[in-house]
Structures are given as structure tokens and as C-alpha cells.
């Protein structure tokens, strides 16, 4: 049993986490050019689901799945031809289990909202086909960079279905999940994960989802979850 001392530095350490936390989010949104009035909301839609969260890793940590003062139980292997859920609070490890896939041989297709320079700048030697999530009307003009409209998920799902029907073995990175809840709806968006899942699936392609908890409830992540069935 930890002491009163190691329990009091667990907490600060924790209480310093959650701060940092809450004005780094700040910061992105306003480094996202969101107004003061959409960081607001956003910032009230997140601490609405706080006690939804807490519920959750409570929960976890009477299972044992979370250690006190330790890190989640969670599979650091990525099988080929699996499906994965990839929890982070940006989207960083996606890209590195993506790359290690590819130099394992497989094709890979990220599907992303972050513009495809910015990934390839930040992870080197990616080779893959990217698709950029995008609403702007700027996209249609940058010729060099394929893009899918976010609302238009059929879209989404039949390129996807198209790049796991060709030659070889594939992986699909997912990035920007809840932006497209943003743009979609919850329903909507899981129904487009499972068609994609199906489709990877039927194919034996490998299927990575890059998700931060926090950005969905209980109950959306527990459905998402069980759709993927694996965790990183």
C-alpha cells in the first residue's frame, strides 16, 4: 500500500497533469483559429462528460486494467490484419505503428485531418496514400493533395474500399475521428467505422483508429470499442 507521501505526490502529479492538460487543450483550440465563443462551448461540452470519465477509469481501476499511480494495461503489439484502437491525446503513435507496418510491406492509406505535409513532416520516411478530411473550399485547388469531403462518409468508405481491393496487403490509418462526429453525429460516424472496419475485415487489411477518450462518453467510446474489439 502506497504511503500518505507517495499518495500525496501521486495526487499532485495527477492534479499538475490535469491542469497542464486543460490549458494545453485551450491553447490548440485557439491555435486552431476557433472564436472565443466556440472555445467556450467546446470547453463546456468537455467538462460536461468529466464525471463521465471519472466513472469510467473508476471502474477500470476496480478491474485492475488501471494500476494506481501506473498506466493502463494495454497490448503494445499490433498483429497484421487486425483492427486496433489507438488511444492518445494527439495523434502521434498512429502514424509510427503505420510506418512500422509499411516497412513491413504493407500499403498504407492514412486518412487524416491533419494536412498530409504536416504528417509527413513529423514522421519521416511515411510513403503512404493520404486523404485529407477537410471542409474547406480552399481544398479543391491544392491539386498535389487528395482529399474527401468530412460529411460525405459513402465517399469515405468506398475509397477505402477501393484501396484494400487492390494488390497486396494494406493497413488504413484513421485520423480525426472526432471531427468527423463534429461534422456528422455520433451515429453516423460509427456506422462509417464499421463499414470500414467491415471492409478491411473481408479483406485481411489491418485497420488502426487513433482516438483521445476525452473526446467522447462512456457509452460512445464503449461502442467504439467493441466495434474495433483492440486497444493500444
Partial sequence: ????GDGGKSYLKGYEQGLRDGFGEVLRLVSQGHTAMEVSILVKSKMAVIHRN???MADKIASGEVAVGGHAKR???VEAHGAYLVREDRPE???EIARSLEAGGTRLLCVTRMHPDDVRGRHKGLKAQFLWLTQSSDAPRAKSVEHASATNLVGLVSTVDLFVKQKGEATVALEGLDYLVSQNGFEPTLKCVQQINEKARARSASLLVSIDPGTLGTREYGLL????GNEV
Avoid at 500500500?1 to 500518505?4: G, I
Avoid at 470499442?225 to 474495433?228: F, G, H, S, Y
Fill in 93 to 95: 503513435e498512429i502514424f
Fill in 225 to 228: 470499442a467493441k466495434e474495433i
Fill in 75 to 77: 497490448s503494445r503489439k
Fill in 1 to 4: 500500500m502506497a504511503s500518505n
Fill in 54 to 56: 471519472l466513472e469510467t
